[in-house]
Each structure stands twice: as structure tokens, then as C-alpha cells.
């Protein structure tokens, strides 16, 4: 019974002190509950970026292509050191034959000309899918190295403007909710700090009657 009463009493210094703080306490609320919903909604917007980051990364490939006398012995080999190359998430390979078929499935008002062909331009093709944006450069830097790889190609532009909105958007973010937080505590420490003002005379008093600490610092 006399916790209850402890605690009743404890709900109505509260309130009396958030009423005596008046214009102040009304702010420190507003500003808090503002925080609290930006802080949810940059949270919530930084893991929406991460997925459409991931949706992107899923899109991006690199193609490396290999010099046309590559023999199918060596493709298998040469696929192989590919999959082992830490960042490489999969590997996917074209012969120029399966090439020419996609290409006419593709455009079939261009079959003719593709069959009239004499000799099949289309090279020997890696697909490879990198786990992470991050790891496109270490990927192609080292497949390039293979002698039998002559050339490759990815959509540069896009990866640098996405990194680059990754990097701006996190930036950012941090920063906000930095602003934010800093704001939360400032306000909430002002508020306590005006409240312990307002009351120095009770809490003096509750001191000099004996009143645990813990029981004075309760209502702020």
C-alpha cells in the first residue's frame, strides 16, 4: 500500500512539474516527439536504400571477354580461377555459338544477316555477378590479368553514381540523426535543469528533513 502511495505521489510531482516549467516543457515534448519521428524515419530510409542498393548490385554484371582461339579446355580452366576470386558472387559462360542464338532470338528482323555471316564475331564471354559494388574493382583488376582476357565491360557510370549515393546518403543520415540526438539531450537535459530550479526550495527542505536522494530525484 505504501509503495502505491509512493508512486501516486511520484505520477503527481511530475505533473506539477512539468506544468510549472510551462512554455518550456510544451517545447522540450515537441521537439522530442520531432526527434524521435525523424530518428524512425531515417532509420526506416536507410534500410530502403540498402535494398534498393541490393536490388542494383543484383543487376550488375561484368563481361570479360576472351581472345576467340581460346580452346574449351582452357575456358574451364580459366573459369575456375574466376570462381575463386574472393567478391565473385557467380560465373556464367557464353560460347559464341549460344551468343549468335540469343542475338538473333533477340532480333529476329536481323536473322538473315547474322546467318549470312561468314565467320561468328561474337567472342568467348564470362558473366560474372560481384557479391558487392565494392568488390567490382579487385574483381576485374584480377581477371584482366589472365592472358586469354582481352577486354571487359560494365556499366561504370551507373556503379560510381551509385556509390556515390550510397556514400552522400549515409553521410547524410549520420549527420541528421547526429543533430537530432544532440537536440534530444539538450532539451531534455534543459528541461530536468529548469524543473530542479524551479523546486530548489522543496528539495533544500526535503534534504534537510532526511528525504532519500533517490526520493527527491524521482520526479525529474
Given amino acids: 500500500m505504501k509503495s502505491i502511495q509512493i508512486f501516486l505521489r511520484e505520477i ?9 516549467s510551462g512554455f518550456l516543457t510544451f517545447i522540450s515534448i515537441f521537439v522530442i516527439i520531432v526527434s524521435i519521428f525523424s530518428i524512425g524515419m531515417i532509420y526506416y530510409f536507410l ?3 540498402n535494398e534498393v542498393k541490393r536490388g542494383i548490385e543484383n543487376k550488375i554484371e561484368i563481361s570479360f571477354y576472351l581472345k576467340k582461339d ?5 575456358v574451364r580452366e580459366i573459369e575456375n580461377e574466376i570462381s575463386n576470386i574472393s567478391g565473385v558472387e557467380s560465373v556464367k559462360y557464353i560460347s559464341p555459338d549460344t551468343a549468335l542464338d540469343e542475338l538473333i532470338k533477340e532480333y529476329p528482323e536481323y ?17 560474372v555477378k560481384p557479391e558487392s559494388v565494392y ?20 556499366s561504370k557510370d551507373l556503379v560510381d553514381k551509385l556509390l556515390f549515393s550510397i556514400r552522400t546518403f549515409t553521410f547524410l543520415s549520420i549527420a541528421v540523426f547526429s543533430i537530432f540526438i544532440g537536440i534530444f539531450i539538450f532539451f ?18 526535503m534534504k534537510l528533513v532526511g528525504t532519500q536522494p533517490s526520493f527527491i530525484k524521482i520526479p525529474f
Fill in 12 to 20: 503527481k510531482e511530475s505533473f506539477i512539474n512539468i506544468i510549472r
Fill in 47 to 49: 534500410n530502403y536504400s
Fill in 70 to 74: 581460346t580452346n574449351e579446355v582452357r
Fill in 111 to 127: 536473322e538473315s544477316i547474322f546467318k549470312d555471316l561468314e565467320n561468328n564475331p561474337l567472342p568467348p564471354t564470362f558473366f
Fill in 135 to 154: 568488390s567490382i574493382n579487385e574483381i576485374t583488376s584480377k581477371i584482366s590479368m589472365i592472358p586469354e582476357v582481352s577486354d571487359f565491360f560494365y
Fill in 188 to 205: 531534455l537535459g534543459s528541461n530536468i535543469t529548469v524543473s530542479i530550479y524551479n523546486r530548489r526550495e522543496d528539495i533544500e527542505i
